[in-house]
């Protein structure tokens, strides 16, 4: 069984990948209808979170906020 730490670790992997994905939107690497296309269900599972949002921002997960954001 995984421990608090391990478990932190990989919700961190799993914000850093979504990270990436915002800063290559927010960098004009990627159109944003492309990553609504790809990911959006997913930034929607995000954003609808209290504790995800917190985090977010609290841990300075910046371009994901933003991009976090434009999600109703």
């Given at each position: 069984m995984a421990t608090?730490?391990?478990?932190?670790?990989?919700?961190?992997?799993?914000?850093?990948f979504f990270e990436?994905?915002?800063s290559l939107q927010m960098n004009d690497h990627i159109?944003?209808?492309?990553v609504k296309d790809l990911f959006g269900y997913y930034f929607q599972k995000l954003k609808e979170?209290?504790?995800?949002h917190f985090y977010i921002t609290?841990?300075?997960f910046e371009n994901?906020?933003?991009?976090?954001?434009?999600y109703k």
């Open positions: 608090n730490e391990e478990n932190e670790e990989k919700f961190v992997d799993f914000l850093n990436f994905i915002s159109k944003a209808n492309e979170s209290s504790f995800i609290f841990y300075g994901l906020s933003k991009v976090l954001n434009e």
